[in-house]
């Protein structure tokens, strides 16, 4: 048997013996329950749901064995800082603030949480189904069950923020609150896929970006 055929045959054994080590892909968190969450009043974006209808999903790579429904604990605050045009969608920057999610599973309490550096929303949608999507990055603080192998901590991504509200949007500025109906998903993600970092979006400066189309 050849050289490379002999360390190739290793090769597999130590990958039966030693499988690779789990680790999370992602945690999508359903906030959709009937229970108003979402808040944006005085240039302040807050989430803030703590009931027993939402609904984790634990991707450890794959969803964990059970779905955690009940005593989840969703947090996010973060700042307004100023809006841009990107093509027709009229996007607003907001920065700092903090994201935590903590949960019972199997009994016991785990958390993820952190410092977000920064956000974007925009209108998704109008008419009388109107919606905000949006998207961020946070540094990570965790303890989960499964692997607790949360791979990039330190730029993680929050995607596929959706905020559901009950009224037409289709002349929102981001200059009046959001008080209504609005409920919220997201996923989290162990990378720094979600933006652009903090740099880029002070590029776009205020006093230019946040001129209106005429």
Known sequence: M?????????AVCLLVVFPAQAEYTSI???????IADTVYS?????????????????????PLADLVEGNVDLDLTTTFHH????????KAVFSGGNFSLNFTYDSNPYYIQGP?????????GTGANSYID????????????????????L??????LTITVGTDLSEFDWSTPLMDHNETVLTLYPDNSAIPGPATLLLLLPGVAVLRRR
């Open 28 to 34: 999508q968190a359903n906030m959709l329950n009937g």
């Open 42 to 62: 005085g240039g302040v974006m807050t989430i803030d749901t703590n009931d027993s209808t939402s609904q984790l999903t634990l991707n450890d790579p794959g």
């Open 116 to 124: 977000i550096s920064n956000m974007i929303f925009w209108v998704s």
């Open 2 to 10: 050849s050289f490379r055929r002999v360390i190739g045959a290793v």
């Open 134 to 153: 949006g998207e961020g990055l946070f540094d990570a603080v965790f303890d989960l069950p499964g692997s607790n192998d949360w791979p990039a901590p």
């Open 83 to 90: 809006v841009y045009w990107d093509g027709p969608d009229l």
């Open 155 to 160: 730029e993680s991504s929050i995607k596929s």
